[in-house]
């Protein structure tokens, strides 16, 4: 087996340990963080490694040979920081759920098999692997949310379940049109990448990216197909929400930029103003419905559909006529702040999830003075909603400057429009995140502010490395960067053909 399998498939091993051992749900909290500490070892020692920026690690095993599908697994600058965030998050949510009571064993064993799950997406270069790990992750979820969830959890995950899966039914044409557009026929992404299928064919290759792009829309979300959001993240455990928001958005925003940029290059520039346009809705609407929550839950789950909307404008922008340069930025800027967004609003679930252990509720207006009683827990969450408003310092400032910096300067009057447009969305994102501090911890006591107490010394361990990791990226990106210009040239220089 190689490294890179190992990696991906040492959580299952671990889930399955778990079902054979039958250990105490004690026993059982304590394999998890061991399996997915010696994980993110793992992936650290693969980055250590790791000398780009063509595909490293790579695996190429026949899997189904009548439609040359394959075991192909590996690595550049484009997965690799999105698997340490993947690695790193699992990581902190096994921490966090040490105090899970209800069937940890079970709990313990589903995230270890979404862990792998989701590592073996990001690294997959197979459409079809890439279509089971992206389905699998669907069904983990749902069991998540129905199991464990609190509220309607039943009709949410339900929800959850039929969007995402109809998402993925549309993603699957797409890629069944790829293979038929391809010549020779194949699912392998690095051949379909070096010779794009469907280049004589504008009206079926804007058919493959239609089908494409809602697959992706769906699991990203994007308006109008974020719907199934907010009630998932609400009645999701505090753990469930974090990877969902943390690591299973991305798969979409990755898709974007791993398979339809490349693989469609002519046909996204023809309807690269399309994407724009959505990145630019999803970004604005995203920060005003966030603003009118009373929730707290709700009001973060509404700004990843702002959040994620920066990405896909960027990824939209890049496919616009312009200078290079720009393009390029702004394919790295979607990048970072795909993994600056799974660190902060990771943190920001998981916080979440400490208010509602202790008062059964997320309703800001039932808080006020927190600082007061629980000072450690209002400096993390003061950090996690600046990171997230896009304060300089702080990764997300890097992740939307670089978008904002690429998309406005991209060349031609419909990108610095959208760009200017987007820019409202990041005042509307300071004035909620602001609202929300001066409601939670400034201000007299609320009815439920007796009940909170600082955070526990487990809680804090599954917090403060996300914050720190966030804080380290905002101040020194280089590490960062250097992985993910070099794909982003690559992926510019297909769209520009």
Known sequence: MTVLSLVIFLPLAAALALYVLRPGDRAAAWTWIAASAADLALVIGLWIGYDGPDVGYETDVRWIPSVRAGYHLGVDGLSLPLLALTALLFLCCAVYSLKQASRARAFAALFLFLETVSLGLFAALDLLLFFVFFDLSIVAMYFVIAGWGHGDRLRSALRFFLYTFSGSLALLLGFIGLYLGSSPKTFDMVELTRHPPLAGSPGLAGLVLLAIAVGLAVKTPTVPFHTWLPPAHTDAPAAGSAILAGVLLKMGTYGFVRIAMPMLPDVWRRYAWVIVLVGVVSVVYGALVALAQRDLKRLVAYTSVNHMGYIVLAAGAAGLAGDEAARRLAVTGAVTQMVSHGLLTGALFLLCGVLYDRTSSYDMDEYGGVARVAPVFAGML?????????????????????????????????????GGVAVLGVLITAALFLRLLQRVLMGPPGTLTAKVTDAGRAERASIVPLLALALVIGIAPRFLLDLIEPVSSAVIALVAR
């Open 382 to 418: 003061a950090v996690a909603s600046f990171g997230s408003l896009g304060l300089p310092g702080l990764s997300g400032f890097i992740a939307e400057f670089q978008i904002f910096t690429g998309v406005i300067g991209a060349g031609t009057t419909g990108a610095a429009v959208a």
